[in-house]
């Protein structure tokens, strides 16, 4: 878990410093938005990794469930931002799109390596 963390924290320190290079072409929530799927990462991550310990079919219900609800939460943030926030709503949009895509790659990998892992001994 402190490797992941360790991880997650680089892979933080990396996305703030492209959009400090980027920051013109993103929503000025930028700071905001990558707190927010740092936060998310340092939830999911572990109950993701406590399910899959237990059984793989829990794993794998918790994980899609997990993802269902992620989506319609994220989505939901964009919809709400997008309607009150038309002149910045496009940005905002790509700009957390972007970083959920970064994120969940990320997570996605970690998961599967830490699989090959467990299936390797």
């Not at 993701?48 to 899609?64: E, G, P």
Request: one cysteine or more.
């Amino acid at each position: 878990m402190n490797r992941f963390i360790k991880q997650l924290c680089l892979l933080t320190l990396v996305v703030i410093v492209a959009s400090i290079c980027a920051r013109s072409i993103l929503t000025v929530w930028w700071p905001a938005i990558v707190g927010f799927f740092f936060i998310v990462s340092m939830v999911v991550y572990p109950l993701s990794i406590k399910a899959k310990a237990k059984d793989m079919r829990k794993f794998t219900n918790f994980y899609m469930g997990a993802t269902v609800v992620k989506m319609v939460v994220y989505l939901t943030i964009i919809f709400i931002y997008v309607l009150n926030f038309k002149e910045d709503g496009k940005r905002f949009a790509i700009t957390f799109l972007a970083y959920y895509l970064i994120y969940s790659v990320f997570e996605t990998f970690k998961l599967a390596k830490k699989d090959k892992k467990t299936d390797g001994k």
